[in-house]
């Protein structure tokens, strides 16, 4: 039996095909065309998985339906996106929509709860029974994993912790409220960060970079030259990065953290500092088991893979 997996982001839908044990038969991605009426949007998931499937040879029998994976609060038994704060979606009927254009068992998820269902049976977590993944991309999604479950809450609208807030009074984020992690750890306030900082310090060599091509990179690639405004930028984003994850790990006390999204791939240059504060800083300090933490393994495919997970535990 295989399943097919699509994980939808603000830019693409990525999607693939995997067998039980996790393994890509194959995998593309097409524009999500945000801002047109959501109907078109979801028509276009249906031919996808269509595409999908023709393209791997497979036919309807063989695959076990399609998993779907889409940021905000999406209940897996109504079919509805109740909300979806960068889509500005509200009470979206996915499961009808989609089996308008083919008739296929659908499971849907929040799609950081996916990546990290897909990086706890496949990736960095797998082997532990208790997970915590931040993706930290143009948002920043969380999924947590208790004793090998999906940690939902009423509604599935829980395990937001992009928007647990690090700062009273702070940068204003895409949910309405001040001060969110997702408005400090994010991939887009750390471009907004390291744009401030250039047009704060006229001497960083940053500056070589027109403002409108810095990107999550930018202020890692300095920082590794010696610019000390690129340093300060990346160490305060360590110290925001750090309270959210000790934040998680004083209320779920996982045994490993993962970090996806683009900014992971900094790796032990990102994280060791992080892992200094999370160690002395958790609750408990080092009297308690040290919380592992380690960027995803799954890279972009996590959302998806995860996704198609989803018919596995249904
Ligand atoms: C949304 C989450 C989503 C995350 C990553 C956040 O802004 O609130 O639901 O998981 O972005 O896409």
Avoid at 5 to 10: E, I
Avoid at 224 to 231: E, S, Y
Wanted: proline share 3%.
């Amino acid at each position: 039996m295989y399943y097919v997996g699509l994980d939808v982001g603000g830019t693409f839908v990525k999607g693939g095909i995997i067998d039980e044990t996790g393994k890509i038969l194959i995998k593309d991605s097409i524009p999500t065309g945000v801002g047109r009426p959501h109907s078109e949007i979801i028509k276009d998931w249906a031919n996808f998985y269509l595409k999908l499937l023709a393209d791997a040879g497979l036919s309807r029998a063989e695959v076990s339906g399609v998993g779907i994976g889409i940021p905000g609060t999406i209940d897996d038994e109504t079919g509805v996106v109740a909300y979806a704060n960068n889509f500005g979606w509200r009470q979206i009927p996915i499961r009808q929509e989609f089996s308008k254009w083919c008739d296929v068992e659908i499971h849907m998820g929040n799609d950081a709860n996916c990546a990290a269902l897909g990086e706890t049976k496949f990736g960095a977590g797998k082997g532990y029974n208790n997970t915590v993944l931040f993706t930290l991309g143009t948002g920043v999604g969380a999924g947590i994993v208790i004793d090998g479950k999906l940690l939902l809450g009423n509604n599935s609208a829980g395990a937001e912790m992009g928007h647990m807030s690090i700062m009273m009074d702070g940068e204003l984020c895409t949910c309405g409220r001040r001060g969110c992690i997702e408005a400090y750890a994010s991939a887009t306030a750390l471009i907004r960060d390291t744009r401030r900082a250039i047009e704060k310090n006229p001497d960083t060599m940053m500056r070589e970079v027109p403002l409108d091509e810095v990107n999550g990179k930018t202020c890692f690639d300095y920082a590794r030259l010696g610019d000390k405004t690129a340093q300060e930028v990346v160490a305060n984003y360590q110290r925001y990065l750090a309270e959210a994850i000790i934040d998680a790990v004083n209320i779920f006390r996982p045994e490993i953290v993962m970090i996806g999204g683009g900014v992971s791939y900094q790796g032990d240059y990102l994280l060791e500092p992080i892992r200094r504060m999370v160690d002395k800083y958790s609750y408990g300090g080092d009297i308690n088991p040290r919380v592992v933490i380690q960027p995803a393994t799954l890279g972009n495919d996590a959302g998806f893979i995860g996704a198609a997970a989803l018919l596995m535990l249904n």
